[in-house]
């Protein structure tokens, strides 16, 4: 007796290992054909900062938008928009450290879009596919128009000006409230920028000089 049901333990053992090595296996299938990874990687390389350091002008606001509507599709695909967005960049000659950023960069703001009720709206979804700024529907937001900002001023870091890490869904009202002045903060994300290649070590120099003279003020 003790046997047989030792024999059927090991059997169940066996089998539930089987089913864990399937679903690892369908797993990595699904994600190896991840349709979204091929319908963003172009649309990042307009934002690499290979591409935009070198002088690209087809990167826009309108392709940053369009490139948070595939990522919101690709999550409610079942797709992690994080992932896809961090492989597509890879994909399009990113560095590893680059690829990192861009894919924090997307899956944040498309958060920041769901908080904001954008894809409560079907048209926003429809408006946002062909690059157009969607409006807002949370509480105390009503209609606001929300468009790309920045959280380093292209004025002081203009080869920056496109770069998805430095690109942020906001209400247009609060980025006409952002300004071009040079702080601690600003020396610090120039800072990590300027390891990652994003900015010139010749615009970290200027913001850091700036922001020196701005705190003597």
Not at 150 to 162: R, T
Request: proline share 4%.
């Amino acid at each position: 007796m003790i046997q047989k049901v030792f024999a059927t333990l090991l059997i169940a053992a066996a089998l539930f290992g089987c089913y864990q090595l399937y679903l690892e296996y369908a797993t990595s299938q699904r994600l190896a054909r991840n349709p979204w990874l091929a319908r963003m990687t172009p649309l990042i390389r307009l934002h690499t900062a290979k591409e935009v350091k070198g002088g690209g002008e087809k990167a826009s606001e309108s392709s940053y938008l369009r490139l948070l509507y595939l990522a919101w599709q690709a999550s409610e695909d079942g797709y992690s928009a994080l992932d896809t967005a961090k492989r597509a960049a890879a994909a399009a000659g990113a560095e590893q450290s680059e690829a990192a950023r861009i894919g924090a960069a997307i899956h944040e703001n498309v958060q920041i879009a769901k908080s904001m009720g954008v894809f409560d709206d079907v048209g926003n979804a429809v408006g946002m596919e062909r690059g157009e700024p969607p409006t807002a529907h949370a509480k105390g937001w009503e209609d606001e128009r929300l468009v790309v900002g920045y959280n380093l001023s292209p004025v002081l870091a203009p080869e920056a000006a496109f770069a998805i890490p430095n690109l942020r869904l906001m209400p247009e009202s609060v980025r006409d409230m952002l300004t071009d002045r040079a702080t601690s903060a600003t020396v610090e994300l120039a800072r990590k920028w300027v390891v990652d290649k994003i900015i010139y070590p010749e615009s970290y120099r200027a913001i850091a000089t700036q922001a020196e003279a701005n705190a003597r003020q």
